[in-house]
């Protein structure tokens, strides 16, 4: 079992920069990779960024050059830079232990609560 557990969200102006925390506990050292999904009003759940234990990334289309996923190992936590945050970006971001393979993530069946992100004037 694995526990994670998400913050740093809030309210932005657009233009804006946060950085959201996933913090591991459990069976840590049974983690293959970590991810970040958002979920926007009256949308899908959504894969914004991933990231293996080789430091393998994925990222979302619109959020590439704008998001950056890292880890510290040594805290067993995983971090979402966002930055230029646009109105679109608005939605509860969750975090996700899952496998990396063949250059795709697949989400696994551990999950945080989530952390509300809302980018508004």
């Known amino acids: 079992q694995v526990q994670l557990v998400e913050s740093g969200g809030g309210l932005v102006q657009p233009g804006g920069s946060l950085r959201l925390s996933c913090a591991a506990s459990?069976?840590?050292?049974?983690?293959?990779?970590m991810a970040w999904y958002r979920q926007s009003p009256g949308k899908q759940r959504e894969l914004v960024a991933a990231?293996?234990?080789?430091?393998?990334?994925n990222y979302a289309d619109s959020v590439k050059g704008r998001f950056t996923i890292s880890r510290d190992n040594a805290k067993n936590t995983v971090y979402l830079q966002m930055n230029s945050l646009k109105p679109e970006d608005t939605g509860v971001y969750y975090c996700?232990?899952?496998?990396?393979?063949?250059?795709?993530?697949?989400?696994?069946?551990?999950w945080g609560l989530g952390t509300q992100v809302t980018v508004s004037s």
């Open positions: 996700n232990s899952g496998t990396y393979s063949g250059g795709i993530y697949n989400y696994g069946d551990f």
């Open positions: 459990g069976s840590v050292s049974s983690i293959n990779a």
């Open positions: 990231l293996s234990s080789e430091d393998n990334t």
